[in-house]
Nanobody
Framework: QVQLVESGGAVVQAGGSLRLSCTAS????????MGWFRQAPGKEREPVAN????????GYSDSVKGRFTISRDNAKNTLYLQMNSLKPEDTAVYYC???????????WGQGTQVTVSS
């Protein structure tokens, strides 16, 4: 079991930056591959970025590639999402999630709201 708590969501103007954090407790954080997802109003939840348990391999959706950076600090049990050049279409609730590879994401945080104003 692992418990996940996101933070860092805010209202920001287009072109601005935010850094989201996801703090884990419970089972050893470094056991889990991690991901960020988002869900905009009226839309399905979509993957944003992922990172392996060591932090050595990352992946991004095409919509955020080159603007967002996922990272982790296993010593601090924390996952990050640095978001730059934000656009109004990035407005969503952002969730972090954990999985034991190669299985699906089983653990989810409660989400943090990001609103990008034009």
């Amino acid at each position: 079991q692992v418990q996940l708590v996101e933070s860092g969501g805010a209202v920001v103007q287009a072109g601005g930056s935010l850094r989201l954090s996801c703090t884990a407790s419970g089972r050893t954080f470094s056991s889990f591959a991690m991901g960020w997802f988002r869900q905009a109003p009226g839309k399905e939840r979509e993957p944003v970025a992922n990172i392996n348990r060591y932090g050595s391999n990352t992946g991004y959706s095409d919509s955020v590639k080159g603007r967002f950076t996922i990272s982790r600090d296993n010593a601090k049990n924390t996952l990050y999402l640095q978001m730059n050049s934000l656009k109004p279409e990035d407005t969503a609730v952002y969730y972090c999630a954990a999985r034991i590879e190669p299985y699906n994401y089983d653990y989810w945080g409660q989400g943090t709201q990001v609103t990008v104003s034009s």
